[in-house]
């Protein structure tokens, strides 16, 4: 009796124990292990952080050549004091896994298409082996050479990967951060083809937008008259980045025009999506002339998809020969946007098209060789293993060419199109950009700054300028091919080597610009220069309002001051709605409307185009707008097949010059529509749309409600660890804030003789920790437009009284 | 009397496993506070035993608690937050439950026909 009692009770304790344990997927949805999870011993109660976190910690670090003292203050922003560069970079390694390990992880995982490991979903297998068949691993793996064959970079990557792998060495179950808890994994090693993958990430993001596929359907759909009035290569708006007429000289590298068939072909297939065209940025730099202090000033907003844990880690990084700050990549070394005591530099992104596809020709059906040269090539096989949790590992034979991985095949969203399209993008090709931000970080005047760009290779950027010795400068950089006239707006043959990139833009042929006589550079995503610049150039899209409004109020202002560029990097005025509602009004038939639609006509009538958060004429106009594009382009959207609308300004455009164009023509209709039709009935759908809301949600319609923006989580279905915000702004305005894009980084930097001083925030916090103040702690500030002064210290006992915690790393005894 | 000295026993001893040891060794404390006590209710000393101490700690670490993680995890299992505290108790309890009786049961039975 009793033995059987025993037993009993055993098994069900023991069963019970194995259960809480263990993770389960439960109704479709995976729950962490219960029992593990919940303990408030080691569980995720342990990743609740007390109010009060000053702490004194000394640690005992190998591979370390001398001590490093660390001070943190009071927004957790690191301020990193080595004696050596390799000791900086294995303590940056070690402070950055301390806050952000597992966004480090789980970013390079997203990279290199290994998010099934985590979680295992139909989506997300779809998205690994995309991953995959852009083959970035294979792009990282050739950075990593590069990065590898120079010794600088050996030596940042090598203790760089030291220091995280240190931390996560000494890591027990009850530290971990949060995310591994609730979905029971643990850290792998680092390795510094994970500061690669996360740098071919960033790539992804701003390098890999292009519309080969979507062009070359409209070619064969509409003709070429109607895609040069849709989509034509220059939108003649706006300053362009360096306006430099005729002060190009230098003999241009020409290639050999083969004159470049037009593709007659509809391309059937699920295109992946590039990178998102509302990602952009805005930077600028003012000389002394033109400031009350009479020293430059530079400013910097990289907008990006806002996500917590933040996107950016802020960071003081000295040693004897550097003293920088600004803000890192979680997951790789140097700082990437920031100042030291003699230089400020911040980027925004060049938009050009470094992205080609090449139609392959197969040799019959079991796509062994393909064409080249006049030449049967074999495809180079390379099997991706994919390990899905929980499941068994999927294998994709992805075929590499001449070109580049074979993205698209029968086997990958190709619908009834047997083609292979091979993917050649500029981040497959072996590239250092550590080396650009290492010695940035270093540098001391223009010249140096020059020095540092000439191995930027990609993500092509502008790099904005400003010395405390007075210079202010900006430069396009990136690895441009040389093209021929419109290459690379439509899918190339891929049968014949000389249709590739034959040759490079010499660095000192790059757009660039010293002290021009306006006083001022900036830069918002447009186009790069003027038309004397003799290489052709284009891009998805170049933007057309936030650089006019920006050159505007900089040519304008005098003796400007920390405050003015605080209040322009904020600016909510929207120069789209200035120059398309009086039109869209004027199409209005506005003595028969009425109710909702006449109180939105007269709100919309004394709007003072302003996209403020309490704005009510911003909710209608952006209502109406995105009801708009729709109604025009619903010519374009084919099933199953790739093809883009026009761009915002040249959309606007039409309507006003050509509002009898057959675009115009809702299909669904019998009518024939023109403009002020698709105007008009934009404006009721809209306006149906806001009281819908209004029912829903309040009575009055303020912009920064309907907005309904939001930082989310870098895990998608985490809505409850997402921060829901209230601002102004939008895309295409100065503060470009949009539902979930936006500035990721604010910041201001004033250099001045008796030092640099600065300003910023970002939406978040430098803890990647749900559970700590520090998760989003800059977040307010930056919603209500306002900073943070950046504590710049000298030394690491100056600040005490901003200092939180201290850290000491000490070297192992021998 | 002696079923509260239990109680008490299997908390701190669940304290001192748990501050080195994985989450599963409260069951160790609630099995040898089992088997040293065996009082009639076993199964209920060892649940409240394991269950008052998640819940004080999981209470003392989110009373000084500088971000509301409690909330957002308990939004995420699509809980209100004072049901978390109960589900962590429950599950500690019910360990400590089962654990407490299979101890008992290895000890000599104190009254014939009584289950606990």
């Avoid at chain 1, 640690?59 to 927004?75: K, Y």
């Avoid at chain 1, 979680?119 to 590069?146: P, S």
């Avoid at chain 2, 500088?66 to 019910?94: N, Q």
Wanted: hydrophobic share 40%.
């Amino acid at each position: 009796m009793k033995v059987i009692k025993f037993s009993v009770s055993l098994l069900v304790t023991l069963g019970l124990i194995y259960f809480l344990n263990n993770s389960w997927t439960i109704g479709g949805k995976p729950i962490p292990p219960p029992g593990k999870f919940l303990d408030p011993f080691h569980g995720f109660w342990q990743n609740i952080e007390s109010e009060n976190n000053s702490a004194t910690i000394d640690l005992t670090i190998e591979g370390l050549q001398a001590p490093v003292s660390v001070r943190f203050d009071s927004l957790m922003i690191p301020h990193i004091f080595a004696q050596n560069d390799a000791d900086l970079y294995l303590a940056q390694g070690y402070v950055t896994a301390m806050h952000r390990l597992w966004q480090m992880e789980f970013q390079t995982h997203a990279a290199a298409g290994r998010i099934s490991e985590i979680l295992a979903t139909d989506d997300i297998l779809n998205y690994d082996r995309a991953q995959r068949r852009l083959g970035m691993v294979y792009g990282a793996r050739r950075a990593l050479q590069a990065m590898e064959e120079d010794p600088t970079t050996a030596l940042m990557m090598a203790k760089y990967t030291e220091g995280i792998n240190q931390y996560i060495q000494g890591l027990s179950y009850d530290e971990l951060p949060f995310e591994y808890k609730l979905l029971d994994y643990k850290p792998e090693p680092w390795t510094a083809l994970k500061c690669a993958l996360l740098l071919k990430n960033m790539a992804q993001t701003l390098d890999m937008g292009d519309k080969d596929m979507e062009m070359t359907n409209a070619l064969k759909l509409f003709g070429k008259e109607t895609v040069d009035l849709l989509y034509p290569d220059q939108e003649g708006v706006g300053d362009p980045i360096v306006d430099n007429p005729g002060g190009w000289k230098f003999n241009p590298i020409r290639i050999d025009t083969v004159a470049l068939a037009m593709p007659t072909e509809l391309i059937k297939l699920k295109k992946l999506p590039g990178s998102d065209p509302t990602t952009g940025s805005n930077n600028w730099a003012v000389s002394g002339s033109k400031t009350a202090t009479g020293s430059p000033m530079l400013c910097g907003d990289p907008h990006l998809r806002l996500s917590l844990p933040s996107i950016w880690y802020a960071i003081q990084l000295n040693a004897p020969g550097v003293n920088s700050m600004g803000v890192s990549l979680p997951g790789s070394p140097a700082i990437i946007i920031g100042f030291n005591d003699s230089i400020a530099w911040s980027v925004t992104n060049a938009q050009r098209d470094l992205v080609d596809w090449f139609k392959i020709t197969f040799d019959g059906e079991n796509r062994e060789k393909y064409l080249l040269d006049g030449k049967w090539i074999p495809t180079e096989k390379v099997v991706e293993e994919i390990k899905v949790r929980g499941n068994p590992t999927f294998y994709d034979t992805v075929r590499y060419t001449y070109w580049g991985p074979i993205t698209y095949d029968e086997s990958f969203r190709a619908e009834n199109n047997h083609n292979g399209y091979a993917f050649r993008w500029i981040a497959h090709e072996k590239s250092n950009e550590a080396l650009t931000f290492h010695k940035l970080n270093r540098a001391k005047n223009h010249s140096d700054y020059m020095e540092a760009l000439n191995v930027f290779y990609l993500p092509a950027q502008n790099f904005v300028f400003a010395s405390v010795s007075g210079d202010i400068a900006m430069r396009i950089q990136g690895r441009f091919p040389v093209r021929r006239p419109e290459e690379g707006k439509f899918v190339l043959d891929g049968s014949q080597s000389s249709f590739g990139w034959q040759a490079f833009i010499p660095n000192e042929q790059n757009v660039m610009s010293k002290n021009p006589a306006r006083g001022f550079v900036s830069s918002a995503n447009q186009m790069p220069v003027d038309p004397t610049y003799p290489y052709y150039y284009t891009a998805t899209s170049y933007e057309a309002y936030r650089n006019r409004r920006i050159n505007q109020v900089l040519s304008q202002t005098q003796a400007i001051q920390v405050n003015d560029l605080m209040k322009l990097q904020n600016d909510n005025y929207n120069l789209k709605a200035a120059e398309s509602l009086p039109a869209f009004l004027h199409m209005l038939d506005s003595v028969h409307l009425k109710g909702a639609e006449l109180t939105a006509y007269s709100i919309l009538k004394s709007w003072d185009y302003y996209n403020n958060a309490e704005s009510e004429g911003a909710s209608y106009y952006e209502a109406w707008w995105d009801s708009l594009m729709p109604l025009i382009w619903d010519e374009l959207e084919k099933e199953g097949m790739a093809l883009s609308r026009p761009t915002t300004y040249n959309t606007i455009k039409l309507i006003k010059e050509k509002p009898d164009l057959s675009f115009f023509d809702i299909q669904g209709t019998p009518e024939k529509e023109t403009a002020g039709d698709v105007v008009r009935k934009a404006f009721s759908v809209a306006i149906e749309g806001i009281e819908k809301w209004k029912q829903e949600n309040a009575a009055t319609v303020k912009w920064a409600d309907y907005k309904d923006s939001f930082i989310g989580h870098l895990l998608p279905p985490m809505r409850a660890l997402s921060i829901p915000v209230k601002t102004g702004g939008n895309h295409d305005i100065v503060n470009a804030h949009s539902r979930t894009h936006g500035p990721s980084w604010r910041m201001v930097v004033s250099l001045e003789k008796t030092g640099v001083r600065s300003w910023a925030t970002y939406p978040g916090g430098q803890s990647g920790n749900p559970g700590s103040k520090h998760y989003a702690d800059m977040l307010d500030r930056w919603s209500s437009g306002k900073y943070f002064p950046m504590v710049f210290m000298k030394d690491p006992e100056a600040a005490k009284e901003r200092t939180l915690q201290s850290l000491q790393f000490n070297p192992q005894q021998k | 009397m002696k079923f509260g000295l239990q109680v008490l026993a299997t908390m701190i001893l669940g304290y001192a496993l748990a501050i080195f040891l994985p989450w599963w060794t409260v069951a160790i404390a609630a099995f040898l506070c089992g088997m040293i006590f065996n009082t009639r209710a076993n199964f209920g000393a060892g649940f409240l035993g394991i269950a008052l101490l998640w819940l004080l700690k999981a209470w003392l670490i989110d009373s000084t608690a500088a971000a509301p993680l409690s909330e957002r995890v308990a939004a995420i299992m699509g809980l209100s937050k004072p049901l978390l505290f109960l589900v962590t108790a429950l599950i500690g309890g019910l360990v400590g439950g089962f654990a407490a009786m299979t101890g008992a049961a290895l000890n000599k039975p104190k009254r014939r026909g009584t289950y606990y």
